[in-house]
């Protein structure tokens, strides 16, 4: 695919559209549009931290890219040898990361791993495989892509073949990882309809999905002309902002895929790489929302994580053993609270260690501890920053006399809170009493 020559850095061949095989028995319903990322080495290198990000994006598949097949029968990923010898080699902490991906609180219902991509040679050496070895159980492509569903709980297999086009190898390629459990097989093209088409025909069923590839090498391809030609609606694909291509921001990624829409199943983006280095209003939870919103759909971010828990703050002052971090340990017990007793305006701030999406926050005042609810923050807002040092206000709270507050506001994307208080108590006291402070 040329937009892996555009994203030269990433040194493999890559993406392979997945082939799911199974059956019918989608997980996502057959309805619910599709809003899929592809993600290369952050999505195992990138630790517990890119999951989360996932997790609480609003995408609801995953497609872990680019798995390479060597000559012997061994799988890469991208330069990280994965599965040999029938075995997964990779690092155990891949294996755990991946786990987490479908675990609720998520909005990902499903996880594909795509393999192949421009100038590499995955499919002509699994058309070469299966002439010499076939696709029964002793196999090594056999064995090695039953170790790589159970490493990563891949729902699908996609196929992002662009130099080998063999019609029947990629069947039976397919119908062998239908067996192994993959449920489906998908569809990755950005040239050759007639291949495509052929394999999905063979496939039927199996092929539940076709990516679109509209960005790089495949920015002329009109999506209504591939679904006809394809016979299933296609998923269009866009490249979000990046330093090779230009790409498109949220906004017009919802805007060319409302135009697309009546043709399409969904949406998917390439690439995390680049996205992971941006920020509001170009969020990974921005892109998400601009694909669910032109379809219609409005995945609501997964509750329940309370992601200022255990994260590192800091206050402008605090007394001997009422310290900042007792406001993000999540017990309102024991006198467990930031107290602040300097004279003005008091704030706490925590640093979250990336960005995240905030839609909720959660203060437990005074009164939420034990303490009398005279006691409670009266005045205070909260506050975002890029920097930990400049601060915008997100939402303000005035005249409070609750134990415990808890508000939502529109989805902002950050990693620097401050809760910032202008006047502590509903009395002359002046200390500030903060036993929690949440953010979800
Ligand atoms: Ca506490």
Sequence with gaps: M?????SAF?????????????????????DEPVSAIFGGGPFYQGGQSVMNDLKASGFNTVMIWAVHVNANGDLVL??????????????????????????????????EVSIGAWGCKDFENIRDLIKAQ??????????????????????AVNYDDESC???????SFGQMCNQI?????????????????????????????????CYAG????????????????????????????????????????????????GGFMWLYDDMMKLSSPNSTADYANAINSAFGTVTPPPTGTNIALNKTAAANQYVTGETPAKAVDGSVSNNSKW???????????????????????????????????????????????TDGTNWVDVDTVTNNTANITDRTVTAFNTRYVRLYITTPTQNTDNAARIYELELY
Excluded at 165 to 171: E, G, H
């Design 181 to 213: 459990g993959y449920k489906n097989v998908t569809l990755c093209p950005y040239t050759n309809s007639s291949f495509w088409s052929s394999v999905k025909t063979k496939l039927g069923s199996l092929v539940d999905r076709v990516y679109l590839q």
């Design 339 to 385: 107290c602040s007793t300097s004279t003005g305006d008091k704030w706490l701030k925590v640093d979250l260690g990336q960005n995240y999406n905030i839609s909720r926050w959660v203060v437990k005042h005074a009164g939420a501890g034990g303490e009398t609810s005279s006691w409670n923050t009266k005045n205070f807002k909260l506050q975002k920053s």
């Design 10 to 30: 990433i040194s493999l061949c890559m993406v392979f559209s997945m082939v799911t095989l199974f059956g019918v028995s989608p997980v996502i319903a057959a």
């Design 2 to 6: 040329r937009r892996k020559i555009l």
């Design 218 to 265: 495949g920015s002329g391809n009109d999506p209504a002309s591939w679904s006809r030609t394809m016979g299933i609606k296609v998923i269009p694909g866009l490249w979000c902002l990046n330093s090779s291509s230009g790409g498109d921001s949220a906004s017009t990624v919802k805007s060319r895929l409302t135009n697309w829409k009546d043709s399409s199943a």
């Design 78 to 111: 991208n330069d990280s040898l994965v599965c040999s010898g029938g075995a997964y080699v990779g690092k155990a902490e891949w294996k755990t990361q991946w786990a987490t991906l479908k675990q609720a609180p998520t909005s990902v219902k499903r996880i």
């Design 134 to 155: 076939g696709t029964g159980s002793d196999s090594i492509l056999y064995k090695n892509f039953k170790a790589l569903k159970e490493a990563t709980g891949a729902d």
């Design 165 to 171: 086009y063999d019609v029947a190898s990629a069947v």
